[in-house]
């Protein structure tokens, strides 16, 4: 009888808005290239099912905002996204947290491998929880914008800057 190794499964989820706001925060100049970051994550994938996600909310006045999300779904990102909300004030609101916590969440139960693309603190409760449950968890984010509590709960912290071609 033969056998067939096992492969491992990981999961990939991107918190867009995050990842954008602390990236221009550190160099307006600075875009960021999906596409090789998705390649980082497949330099490996002979044993290792790789499914990516990416969150974001969009104007969805801007066209531009649309069309980035087409590209990251034909990227072979699946694209979770919501318009954002104007506020009685006049101010726009975006927060895909919510969203993230959910997909991961109900996804998890079916990885090894959790890796959240965010310097957001406010996910450290659900890191905790994800490594309680037997998951690695590692947290890819811009080293001096990302959250201490977020890089002490995970498994493993990568800078951004490491992933080659991520930030051009």
């Not at 790789?50 to 980035?68: C, I, L, M, W």
């Not at 919501?82 to 101010?91: A, I, Q, T, V, W």
């Not at 709960?153 to 991520?166: N, T």
């Amino acid at each position: 009888m033969r056998s067939f190794p096992l492969r491992r499964k990981r999961g990939v989820f991107i918190d867009v808005q995050n990842i954008f706001s602390t990236v221009r925060h550190l160099n307006p100049n600075l875009r960021t290239n999906y596409q090789a970051l998705r390649e980082y994550f497949l330099q490996d994938a002979e044993d290792t099912t790789t499914t990516f996600v990416a969150f974001s909310s969009y104007d969805p006045e801007k066209e531009g905002q649309r069309n980035f999300l087409m590209a990251l779904a034909l990227m072979g990102y699946r694209v979770v996204s919501k318009p954002l909300k104007r506020l009685p004030s006049g101010e726009y609101k975006a927060n895909m947290d919510m969203e993230i916590a959910m997909e991961i969440l109900s996804i998890a139960p079916h990885l090894d491998e959790v890796v959240i693309v965010s310097g957001d603190g406010d996910f450290s409760a659900l890191v905790n929880y994800l490594v309680h449950q037997g998951k690695l968890v590692r947290v890819f984010g811009p080293d001096q914008f990302s959250a201490p509590e977020l890089i002490q709960a995970c498994h493993e912290f990568v800078s951004l800057s490491r992933v080659p071609g991520f930030l051009e």
